[in-house]
């Protein structure tokens, strides 16, 4: 059983780009949370998908949105990257009646 | 303002010591109460979790945590560590009436001694 498989491992990008990260929920799962993991910092919430539509947000910025598609899986989508926004990305996939959230690898993304 | 206190950034420790970590939450409603670990080179995995009940909570490889409600807290807690205990702790916390909204603490580095 496939576990939560994120893409790319690590992406480098500049200022002003734009990137779009990529989760595939473990099989079951019908929920996608992202997460910012900042060095030496725990991670912080992003948004939450389920039913193809943003249901929780945190505290981050419009440049900040996200999709998911009709099998589950999702993407983050970042614009006009800051320095800032160099973290390890992280995404978790539930049930949307489950009590646990799973978390993939990850994606580090850097910004130069 | 919600918040996760983790006490100590950065714990060492030999091989049979007892390990506590300490946690504390900051939020006006009911939570549910999250202890995850990050092995070197892995992703996040669950430890353990609680909801309701009693509120010392058993977890996997020996680990278990104590739900005080009067102190906000959620400590760790093992009895005897061995070297692969070595990770990143993190507490974390969700409201019940948001589930999914992980709020996690600062995160506590653990380094376990031969």
């Known amino acids: 059983d496939a576990g939560v498989t994120q893409s790319p491992t690590h992406l480098i990008k500049t200022r002003g780009q734009q990137v779009t990260l990529r989760c595939s929920p473990k099989?079951?799962?019908?929920?996608v949370s992202w997460y910012q993991q900042a060095l030496g910092q725990g991670p912080q919430f992003i948004f939450q998908y389920y039913e193809e539509e943003e249901r929780q947000r945190g505290n981050f910025p419009d440049r900040f949105s996200g999709h998911q598609f009709p099998n589950y899986s999702s993407e983050l989508n970042v614009n006009a990257l800051l320095l800032g926004d160099s973290a390890l990305y992280l995404c978790a996939s539930s049930r949307r009646t489950g009590t646990e959230q799973f978390f993939g690898p990850g994606t580090r993304l850097t910004v130069l | 303002a919600q918040s996760v206190s983790q006490h100590n950034h950065h714990v060492i420790l030999s091989e049979a010591a007892s390990l506590e970590l300490g946690c504390n939450y900051s939020?006006?409603?009911?939570?549910?109460l999250f202890w995850y670990v990050q092995y070197p080179g892995q992703h996040l995995q669950l430890l353990l979790k609680y909801f309701s009940g009693d509120p010392l909570v058993k977890g996997i490889k020996g680990f278990e945590a104590e739900f005080i409600k009067s102190k906000f807290s959620f400590n760790l807690r093992k009895p005897s560590v061995q070297w692969s205990d070595t990770a990143e702790y993190f507490c974390a916390v969700t409201p019940t009436d948001s589930w999914g909204k992980l709020q996690f603490g600062a995160g506590t580095q653990v380094v376990v001694t031969p």
């Open positions: 939020y006006g409603g009911t939570v549910n």
């Open positions: 099989s079951g799962h019908d929920t």
